[in-house]
């Protein structure tokens, strides 16, 4: 079975992960779930970058189940049309979707158990949307973990600057890549195998060779580059005692700017620099490390 122009086959555990929302759309998710699901009242989100698929996240995911013991769950939300993009109809989505449909899902959880206690992290655009969930949420988030924060003025970043031009021109570029969604699965997963030589990822970056993903990638990228403006001040600084913020040397969708600006203003809050890209995922060892550092940040401790 394939859907949207031949992307791949479908495979029913990937369907059994779809989440329905009171939005009347549908999510999907990579679940991790505890040892003993009513021992632990904690649930912890991943909020996923730009591309919004769980699956380059697993690995993270697991190395921070494995060190908690798997005591907690863990789940990693996809964004919307970004993963199985045809079970939202192939329609394209803004960052405002986005937002609305991961406070769909807290909230669908917080009315299964109003006892749960979020740990929120988010890598990227991730952490815009973290904090989303933390106004929505402040009595029910214990801790976030903001991963590579692109917050604020992320037009005026390097990489947003870089990157405008795709991101204006976005249905077109979209339409590009509608031949390689076409193309037979075995070339694509040979094309996948080259641009992305990590065999763990190969499934998630398989499923980004579809033009609505791409559509949906770079649409709600020229959202973000549109609405993010300052950051919630009030927000962050009333809850920075419950923040890790987790910076790279270097990275151009949060300068060294950006990150002067964050420590400066909530010295309450926990910093760490990492000599990870903003891909941290794709480094050798960066999902350990930045798993590493959440789960000393989330048990009371300090790498």
Same mark, same amino acid.
């Given at each position: 079975m394939s859907k949207s122009g031949g992307v791949g086959r479908v495979f029913l555990s990937d369907l059994a992960r779809v989440e329905?929302?009171?939005?009347?759309?549908?999510? *999907?998710?990579?679940?991790?779930?505890?040892?003993? !699901? %009513?021992?632990?009242?904690?649930?912890v989100l991943l909020v996923p970058g730009n591309p919004g698929v769980p699956g380059f996240y697993e690995p993270f995911m697991q190395?921070?189940?494995?060190? +908690? +013991?798997?005591?907690?769950?863990?789940? +990693?939300?996809?964004?919307?049309? *970004?993963?199985?993009?045809?079970?939202?109809?192939?329609?394209a989505f803004d960052l405002e979707t986005q937002v609305v449909d991961k406070v769909a899902y807290v909230h669908k959880r917080i009315e299964k158990d109003p006892t749960v206690s979020l740990v929120l992290i988010g890598h990227s655009i991730g952490c815009h949307i973290a904090l989303r969930l933390l106004d929505q949420f402040p009595t029910h988030v214990e801790k976030l973990v903001l991963i590579q924060?692109?917050?604020?003025?992320?037009?005026?970043?390097?990489? +947003?600057?870089?990157?405008?031009?795709?991101?204006?021109?976005?249905?077109?570029?979209?339409?590009?890549?509608?031949?390689?969604?076409q193309l037979p699965t075995l070339v694509k997963k040979v094309l996948v195998a080259l641009a992305?030589?990590?065999?763990?990822? *190969?499934?998630?970056?398989?499923g980004m060779c579809d033009h609505v993903?791409?559509? %949906?990638?770079?649409?709600?990228?020229?959202?973000?580059? *549109?609405e993010l403006k300052d950051i919630n001040h009030a927000l962050v600084a009333d809850h920075q005692h419950k923040i890790q913020f987790v910076f790279s040397q270097h990275d151009g969708w949060c300068p060294p700017a950006h990150v002067e600006l964050l420590r400066r203003r909530y010295v309450h809050a926990n910093h760490v620099v990492v000599?990870? !890209?903003h891909a941290f995922m794709m480094a050798a060892n960066g999902s350990d490390v930045m798993a590493d550092l959440a789960h000393a940040w989330l048990n009371g401790t300090q790498l």
């Amino acid at each position: 079975m394939s859907k949207s122009g031949g992307v791949g086959r479908v495979f029913l555990s990937d369907l059994a992960r779809v989440e329905c929302l009171s939005t009347d759309r549908l999510m *999907h998710k990579v679940v991790l779930p505890a040892r003993q !699901p %009513n021992a632990s009242k904690r649930l912890v989100l991943l909020v996923p970058g730009n591309p919004g698929v769980p699956g380059f996240y697993e690995p993270f995911m697991q190395r921070l189940h494995a060190l +908690g +013991g798997r005591d907690c769950e863990i789940v +990693g939300l996809s964004h919307t049309g *970004h993963s199985l993009p045809w079970i939202n109809d192939n329609a394209a989505f803004d960052l405002e979707t986005q937002v609305v449909d991961k406070v769909a899902y807290v909230h669908k959880r917080i009315e299964k158990d109003p006892t749960v206690s979020l740990v929120l992290i988010g890598h990227s655009i991730g952490c815009h949307i973290a904090l989303r969930l933390l106004d929505q949420f402040p009595t029910h988030v214990e801790k976030l973990v903001l991963i590579q924060p692109a917050v604020m003025h992320i037009r005026d970043t390097p990489r +947003g600057q870089q990157m405008m031009p795709l991101f204006v021109h976005h249905q077109w570029v979209a339409y590009l890549a509608w031949p390689i969604a076409q193309l037979p699965t075995l070339v694509k997963k040979v094309l996948v195998a080259l641009a992305v030589p990590p065999p763990e990822f *190969h499934k998630a970056a398989l499923g980004m060779c579809d033009h609505v993903v791409v559509l %949906n990638c770079l649409k709600m990228a020229w959202h973000e580059m *549109h609405e993010l403006k300052d950051i919630n001040h009030a927000l962050v600084a009333d809850h920075q005692h419950k923040i890790q913020f987790v910076f790279s040397q270097h990275d151009g969708w949060c300068p060294p700017a950006h990150v002067e600006l964050l420590r400066r203003r909530y010295v309450h809050a926990n910093h760490v620099v990492v000599s990870l !890209p903003h891909a941290f995922m794709m480094a050798a060892n960066g999902s350990d490390v930045m798993a590493d550092l959440a789960h000393a940040w989330l048990n009371g401790t300090q790498l």
